[in-house]
């Protein structure tokens, strides 16, 4: 048995029903199975002040705003996968199979965590606007290898990490029941995305460079060219100012990494390529 059939045979074992998580439990943000401490807001002065009611209260609505974009994260992953199916469906027969069980686990993924957040805590947010058109736009991009790149190795791994940070800090039971079935879930699309990293390294490879040799243009030469005319353009020049801009205004010192990002990045980026 191949390592994608594996993954088939081991969703399908262990495949869990939205029905059978325990949803006569009641969730209250009062309680102190939600913790007091926040993601963003520990540690400073206006959190610090508030009374352990107003804390935890804090924290539930942090938790449910990280829950709501993780909600649209889940329903994008399931369009995207069936995105993915219509257009492999010839190039990859053998990832077919585990590719539909893998929407049908984002769609319950997506409708547990929809009756979580509107019927039980009651608090649901619209999705951040910077998470939204990143969605939007990989949703419309008309490349399959890029939508698997993205969706299985960017956001897969993003939401997993969010997944088993909400497990570990929440001790609401039925939350953690969510969570639990969410994240084994997405142990098999991790390993999954494991398994994507030779065919697209195959794909993107050499995509611009065959053109280059077409001409007899050297690889080496092409890609300064394309770096130094980013940097004539402006585009280098704002990578360098705005991820330091905007760390900064989160807080964050910035100064070593504006010097690292300094002249020498088209050097750096033609060296590594």
């Known amino acids: 048995m191949n390592r994608v059939a594996a993954l088939v045979d081991s969703a399908l074992r262990h495949a869990w029903a939205f029905d059978e998580l325990p949803w006569h439990l009641e969730v209250d943000p009062e309680r102190d199975r939600f913790p007091q401490e926040s993601f ?3 540690g400073l002065r206006p959190f610090g002040a508030m009374s352990a009611a107003e804390r935890r209260s804090f924290v539930f609505r942090e938790t449910c ?7 649209a994260g889940e329903r994008s992953g399931e369009q995207l996968i069936a995105q993915v199916m219509v257009l ?11 590719l539909a069980v893998m929407a049908q686990e984002e769609a319950k993924h997506y409708l547990a965590l929809h009756r979580y957040l509107s019927e039980k805590a009651g608090v649901l947010y619209p999705a951040c606007q910077q998470l ?64 994507l990293r030779e065919p697209l390294s ?27 005319r980013l940097e004539r353009l402006g585009v280098l020049h704002r990578y360098r100012t705005l991820v ?11 100064a070593r990494l504006r010097r690292r990002l300094g002249q020498g990045l088209v050097k750096g980026l033609i060296r590594d390529a």
Request: hydrophobic share 45%.
């Open 132 to 195: 939204r058109s990143a969605l939007d736009a990989i949703e419309g991009c008309a490349s399959p290898e890029l939508k698997l790149l993205v969706g299985q190795v960017v956001f897969e791994w993003t939401a997993a990490s969010l997944v088993a940070t909400l497990l570990t800090k929440s001790r609401e039971p039925l939350l953690a029941a969510v969570l639990r079935v969410n994240l084994k879930d997405e142990a098999r699309h991790l390993a999954y995305s494991q398994e």
């Open 202 to 228: 195959r794909a993107f490879r050499g995509r611009a460079e065959p053109v280059w040799g077409e001409l007899g243009l050297p690889a080496r030469r092409m890609r300064r060219h394309a770096l130094e």
């Open 65 to 71: 705003f990280h829950l709501s974009n993780l909600l």
């Open 40 to 42: 963003f807001a520990e």
């Open 244 to 254: 330091p801009d905007q760390l900064e205004r989160c807080g964050f010192p910035a």
């Open 88 to 98: 492999t469906a010839r190039e990859r027969p053998t990832h077919r199979e585990f």
